[in-house]
Nanobody, 121 residues
């Protein structure tokens, strides 16, 4: 019913920047919050950043001051601007959205397929 498609990953040198995008489509009444997670090889998936419907952001301590999350509610897109990238930022980045598909339904979580970010010289 709902699809999330990420884009914008790739290979970047340390200190560089990337901008990830995640577009939600399908049967969407509203999106309560949108998150970015990441999972590095051999590690658990971790929450990187979250943004509420009203635009209030929260960040993991490891990315504060370097990453910025934003969203376009009209287009159902969430962005993650990543600056001053470090090798330890290397991971698969996943988009997550809590979506209401009806006016009265509780939000249901959906995941994107992930996009690889590699920070290396």
């Amino acid at each position: 019913q709902v699809q999330l498609v990420e884009s914008g990953g790739g290979l970047v040198q340390p200190g560089g920047s990337l901008r990830l995008s995640c577009a939600a489509s399908g049967r969407i009444f509203s999106i309560a919050y949108m998150n970015w997670y990441r999972q590095a090889p051999g590690k658990e998936r971790e929450l990187v950043a979250s943004i509420s419907a009203g635009g209030n952001p929260n960040y993991a301590d490891s990315v504060k001051g370097r990453f910025t999350i934003s969203r376009d509610n009209a287009k159902n897109i969430v962005y993650l601007q990543m600056n001053s990238l470090k090798p330890e930022d290397t991971a698969v980045y996943y988009c997550y959205a809590a979506v209401r598909t009806t006016t009265l339904g509780a939000p249901v979580g959906y995941w994107g397929q992930g996009t690889q970010v590699t920070v290396s010289s």
